[in-house]
């Protein structure tokens, strides 16, 4: 038989892990809008470094640049975003089955992988290759240096293991609340992007110049381009677990609070029958003395 202090203790627990549920949604609304405006603040950087490419490829001849040569026995790399943290739905589970049909829809053989992500690591390292696991980094501070880390590991396979064909793979806000699993081409590099930049007309009759060898340049403005793609992806990755995140918190918030209703009601069903059973104890005594 349950008693009074049974249910307010379990009130009491009921509420306290709410409270924690509260917290963690406003923590999660806090940072999809953080990593999505450090997703969208790109775009300005993106076009400048477009626009350098533009120059050289105007005023230079491709032939010899780096990033463009394709290796007679080329390796493949998948980099693959998932979670950071628990409670966040089957978001590990989407990428995961995503890796699976990409991997036979793009015939990537045996790639090197570079995981992002202790939980998603976790998951892939018994049926694959995994090269390197790196965290994901907790706040928007840290985006810089952990694409710059994985740039470095890039520029690392490519050098070592003749990776030419570099791929990323991480689950991308659609709209509100809601995500996907999205794929993008890193190397090598799209020639018809670089052919309508080559092709595409200045926006003034000023056309720059530069004195620095035209491979050199090409070669800075190619990692810059990774870099962004590598921090979008990161920002994007993240505002989508912090998404799903949000979701489960949400579904978790209800399921409580109709727990915390259902043990209100128990409650108060049972100090009533207290109370009713102690005005009956003091009634039964009244009508015993009475009797005397």
């Known amino acids: ?40 603040s790109l775009g300005e950087y993106f076009r400048t470094v477009e626009m350098g490419l533009q120059i050289v490829l105007e005023t230079s001849q491709k032939k010899g640049f780096p ?5 007679n026995e080329a390796q493949e790399c998948v980099i693959i975003l998932g979670s950071s943290q628990g409670l966040c739905g089957s978001f590990d589970e989407q990428l995961q ?19 992002m992500g202790e939980r998603l690591a976790s998951k892939l390292i018994a049926k ?14 840290g985006l810089n240096k952990r694409a710059v880390q994985l740039l470095h590991a890039i520029e690392k396979l490519r050098v070592t ?13 659609v709209k509100q609340g809601l995500y996907k699993p999205h794929i993008q081409f890193l190397l090598p ?11 595409k007309e200045w926006p003034t009759n000023n056309l720059p110049q530069f004195t620095m060898n035209a491979k050199h340049i090409f070669a800075h403005f190619i990692r810059q381009y990774l870099l ?11 505002a989508a677990e912090h998404t799903s995140r949000l979701n489960a918190m949400a579904i978790a918030e209800d399921k409580i609070e109709k727990r915390l209703s259902k043990l209100h009601n128990k409650y108060a069903q049972e100090r009533q029958k207290r109370i009713t059973e102690e005005l009956l104890d003091i009634l039964s005594g009244y009508i015993a003395v009475e009797e005397l």
């Open 228 to 238: 962004v793609s590598l921090y979008r992806a990161m920002a994007e990755s993240l």
């Open 128 to 141: 694959y290759s995994v090269n390197d696991i790196i965290p994901l980094p907790a706040s928007v501070a």
């Open 189 to 199: 590099l799209d020639k018809h992007w670089l052919d309508r930049l080559a092709a």
């Open 67 to 71: 990033y463009l040569n394709i290796y």
């Open 1 to 40: 038989m349950q008693t009074v202090e049974h249910y307010k203790r379990k009130i009491s627990n009921a509420e306290d892990l709410h409270s924690i549920v509260h917290t963690m949604k406003i923590l999660s609304s806090v940072s999809i809008h953080q990593f999505e405006q450090a997703a969208e």
């Open 161 to 173: 293991n003749h990776v030419n064909r570099v791929v990323i793979i991480h689950q991308k806000p």
């Open 97 to 115: 089955k995503f890796l699976e049909v990409q991997l036979i829809e793009q015939a990537l053989l045996g790639p090197q992988l570079l995981v």
